[in-house]
């Protein structure tokens, strides 16, 4: 899984957003071949660049994206089964053509780049939206309702009353992944499905190994009765967060842990 390594852990740069997309898919598709997807976007972007009138014309490209991605093909948000894991498998949105907002925007930053777009990833509370900013043209579009918006709507969406610049920030392939990945757990702990949770787990812990993160994947393995891994998630957690206000649960739940494997062994 090298892209998504690399935008986690290494070099971002070396890293394909569309490719680390189909690898975080395969915590769900163990078998996924990518390479059937990753042509579908290129006829995708083949198709709307066969649609332009001008390359150069950044309000010509928006409309005409809209029109064809979300008018003619139909992409869209899926309100239905807005909690469905398959929202978050790029492969999936390409197939069923809905998804959550964020691969979504993803899809048409994908498309957008194969046609060497200025588009960012926008990742608003609550939403994420697409930003296509030329120098002469700017405006934000939302994939998930398959139309252009302005800043104010952009506000809107994110459910805040304070117009704070800073919430149109531009963000990271890594905190695109990021979201990613957090938005899967959430949806895997919703459904009761710990052991993908677990996996997504695994790479959040990748991408920023910080000391909660350890404390929930050893609670999730826990669950799953992998005591051993349990205890080392758990025994990290004290190690990063000595003064941890919980620390006296935590060892009460070594101490169970530690009762159990010598009961096996």
């Not at 005591?227 to 060892?251: F, H, N, S, T, V």
Request: aromatic content about 10%.
């Amino acid at each position: 899984m090298n892209h998504l390594r690399y935008i986690l852990e290494e070099d971002p740069e070396k890293g394909r957003l569309d490719r680390a997309a189909l690898e975080l898919a395969t915590i769900h598709f163990p078998d996924l071949d990518p390479e059937p997807y990753l042509l579908q976007l290129n006829d995708l972007a083949s198709q709307l660049g066969d649609r332009l009138r001008n390359f150069n014309d950044g309000r010509d490209f928006v409309e005409t994206a809209q029109k064809f991605l979300f008018d003619e093909l139909g992409f869209r948000g899926n309100d239905a089964e807005f909690f469905d894991p398959l929202n978050s498998c790029l492969n999936e949105v390409l197939t069923r053509r809905t998804g959550i907002a964020i691969t979504l925007s993803l899809l048409y930053m994908e498309v957008g780049r194969r046609l060497h777009m200025p588009l960012f990833g926008i990742g608003l509370p609550r939403h994420f939206v697409v930003q296509y900013d030329d120098g002469n043209y700017n405006t934000y579009i939302d994939p998930y309702g398959g139309r252009p918006i302005n800043a104010r709507e952009c506000f809107a969406l994110a459910q805040t009353q304070v117009f704070d610049p800073s919430i149109l920030a531009r963000v990271t392939k890594k905190q695109i992944v990021m979201r990613m990945l957090h938005n899967l757990r959430h949806v895997y702990l919703r459904n009761n499905d710990f052991e993908r949770a677990v996996t997504t787990m695994d790479w959040l812990i990748v991408g920023f190994p910080e000391a909660a993160a350890f404390k929930s994947r050893g609670a999730l393995l826990l669950e799953l009765k992998r005591y051993q891994a349990a205890r080392r998630d758990l025994e990290k957690y004290l190690e990063m967060e000595p003064e941890a206000a919980d620390r006296e649960d935590i060892q009460k739940s070594l101490g169970k842990i530690h009762e159990w494997l010598a009961r096996v062994n």
